[in-house]
Structures are given as structure tokens and as C-alpha cells.
């Protein structure tokens, strides 16, 4: 068997037994899935009607910000599960289990990866649940079958992203609990971006950060495909960028410290 076929094999061993994880802590799970969608509830129903209002256009109200806020909890929803795999890692750290997998015979990288895709994989479901949701409140996506195709591909791609930096943080943590709090600033970014409000509604300098922090053009090419218009270049090539330097950051980060233990 080949290097390639091994690491495979290590790294589909693994992803299963980071999936028994989740089956065998559903609270966690339960919990990362269900944050984005209180928040939806929340922002819908208690202050969708005047903000709603502000969007301006002919309808306004909480159908309007349903609209418009959808999109950005989809981000809300994946960051909520990348922070799960960064307590997931430091837990395997802190646990000495890693010790254990550098003296077995199998592909270092295969235990980075399988935090990795199981992060990738509940990431999905939890934008599944909140997309459910949102359809269930009166959301409607005006986009045909190469735009859902176009959404998974950049949804997918952020969550590679993001998660391979949150397996980062969660190597570099002395605690799980310091490891449950070092992602918080990227549930922080999509409100200081355009989840909530126009960038444009902001104040000057904070605008210019809303508008270049890594999370509004991770919005807008979601926002844009979800409703079917054309997506701008340069929030695509943003998107492209930030998600590959966040992959490429923590995946050094992590492989760095792995091979210092």
C-alpha cells in the first residue's frame, strides 16, 4: 500500500472517531448547531421590524431583514461549529492522547485531518439546520441549481478554512477552556461586518473595517448567490484569499506545534 492509500486509511480512521465523538457528546453538538438559529430567532422577531424598516425597498419589515439576515448566519452557524473542533483538539492535547498517536505507526497528518473534515462536515449540517429554519420563518432563495451548486463550493471552502485555524488555536491552547475562548473574536467579526446592517449605515472608520475584515466578503458572496444577483470579483477573490491564508496559518500552526510534543 502506498503513503497516499495510508494516510487515507489513518485519516478516514480518524474522521471516524471524531464522529463517535459528536454522536457520543450530542450536547455539544447540539449547542454549536443550535446557537445560529436563536440568534435568527432573536434578531428576527425582536428587532427584524425596525431594522427591517431601515433597509428601505418596497416591503420592509421582518420579511425584508429575514432577507437579508439569512446569509450572514449561515457564517454565524459555521464559525459556531469550527469553535467546537478547536475544544475538540485542545481536548485530545491536554487529555495526552496525542502523545500516544506520535508513537503509533500511522500519518501524523491523518490526526489533524480528521478534526479537520468533521469540522467541515458538522459545519455543514449546522448551516443545513439554519438554512431548515430560515425557509420555515418565509426565507426564499431566488438562485436555480448552479448557484446552490456555487454555494456549497464557497461554503465548503471557508469551512476548510476556518476549521484548519481553529484546529490551529486548539493546538497552541494550555486548556480546554482557554481553547473555548480564543475563537470568540471570529463570532465577533460578522457583527463588526454586513450580517446585521449595511456596512454603509456604520461610521466612517468603522466602515472601512467592515468593509476589509475577512467576514463581509465571506457575507456578500453568500448574500449573493442565495439571492441569485451576480457576485462582485473582488468579494469573491477576497473570499478565495482569506479562506486559503486562514487554511494555510493554521495548518502550520498546528503542524508545528503537533511535531513539538
Given at each position: 500500500?502506498?503513503?497516499?492509500?495510508?494516510?487515507?486509511?489513518?485519516?478516514?480512521?480518524?474522521?471516524?472517531?471524531?464522529?463517535k465523538?459528536?454522536?457520543?457528546y450530542?450536547?455539544?453538538?447540539?449547542?454549536?448547531?443550535?446557537?445560529?438559529?436563536v440568534?435568527l430567532?432573536?434578531?428576527?422577531?425582536v428587532?427584524?421590524g425596525?431594522?427591517?424598516?431601515?433597509l428601505g425597498?418596497?416591503?420592509?419589515g421582518?420579511?425584508?431583514?429575514?432577507?437579508y439576515?439569512?446569509?450572514?448566519?449561515?457564517l454565524m452557524?459555521i464559525v459556531?461549529?469550527?469553535?467546537?473542533t478547536?475544544i475538540?483538539?485542545?481536548?485530545?492535547?491536554?487529555?495526552?492522547?496525542?502523545?500516544?498517536?506520535r508513537t503509533?505507526?500511522?500519518?501524523?497528518?491523518?490526526?489533524?485531518?480528521?478534526?479537520?473534515?468533521?469540522?467541515?462536515?458538522?459545519?455543514?449540517?449546522?448551516?443545513?439546520?439554519?438554512?431548515?429554519?430560515?425557509?420555515?420563518?418565509?426565507?426564499?432563495?431566488?438562485?436555480?441549481?448552479?448557484?446552490?451548486?456555487?454555494?456549497?463550493?464557497?461554503?465548503?471552502?471557508?469551512?476548510?478554512?476556518l476549521?484548519?485555524?481553529?484546529?490551529g488555536?486548539?493546538?497552541?491552547?494550555?486548556?480546554?477552556?482557554?481553547?473555548?475562548?480564543?475563537?470568540?473574536?471570529?463570532?465577533?467579526?460578522p457583527?463588526?461586518?454586513?450580517?446585521?446592517?449595511?456596512?454603509?449605515?456604520?461610521?466612517?472608520?468603522m466602515?472601512?473595517?467592515?468593509?476589509?475584515?475577512?467576514?463581509?466578503?465571506?457575507?456578500e458572496?453568500?448574500?449573493?448567490?442565495?439571492?441569485?444577483?451576480?457576485?462582485?470579483?473582488a468579494?469573491?477573490?477576497?473570499?478565495?484569499?482569506?479562506?486559503?491564508?486562514f487554511?494555510?496559518?493554521?495548518?502550520?500552526?498546528?503542524k508545528?506545534?503537533?511535531?513539538?510534543?
Open positions: 500500500m502506498s503513503t497516499i492509500a495510508y494516510s487515507v486509511s489513518d485519516t478516514s480512521t480518524m474522521l471516524r472517531r471524531q464522529l465523538h459528536m454522536l457520543r450530542p450536547s455539544l453538538t447540539v449547542m454549536l448547531v443550535g446557537m445560529p438559529v440568534f430567532l432573536l434578531f428576527v422577531f428587532f427584524g425596525t431594522l427591517g424598516d431601515g425597498g418596497p416591503t420592509g421582518r420579511d425584508a431583514y429575514l432577507t439576515l439569512t446569509p450572514g448566519m449561515v452557524a459556531a461549529a469550527v469553535q467546537g478547536s475538540s483538539v485542545a481536548m485530545d492535547m491536554t487529555q495526552g492522547i496525542i502523545d500516544r498517536f503509533m505507526s500511522i500519518a501524523r497528518v491523518s490526526v489533524l485531518t480528521g478534526h479537520v473534515i468533521a469540522s467541515v462536515l458538522q459545519s455543514l449540517l449546522s448551516v443545513a439546520v439554519l438554512l431548515l429554519v430560515a425557509f420555515a420563518l418565509g426565507f426564499r432563495a431566488e438562485t436555480g441549481p448552479l448557484g446552490w451548486l456555487g454555494l456549497a463550493g464557497v461554503l465548503l471552502l471557508i469551512a476548510f478554512g476549521a484548519w485555524l481553529t484546529v488555536l486548539g493546538m497552541t491552547a494550555k486548556s480546554v477552556e482557554e481553547a473555548s475562548n480564543t475563537p470568540m473574536p471570529l463570532l465577533l467579526l457583527f463588526l461586518g454586513s450580517a446585521f446592517v449595511p456596512t454603509e449605515s456604520m461610521p466612517t472608520a466602515r472601512y473595517f467592515a468593509d476589509y475584515q475577512p467576514f463581509t466578503p465571506f457575507i458572496v453568500v448574500r449573493a448567490l442565495l439571492s441569485g444577483t451576480e457576485v462582485g470579483t468579494d469573491l477573490v477576497l473570499t478565495v484569499a482569506w479562506a486559503l491564508a487554511a494555510l496559518l493554521g495548518y502550520v500552526v498546528a508545528k506545534r503537533f511535531n513539538k510534543r
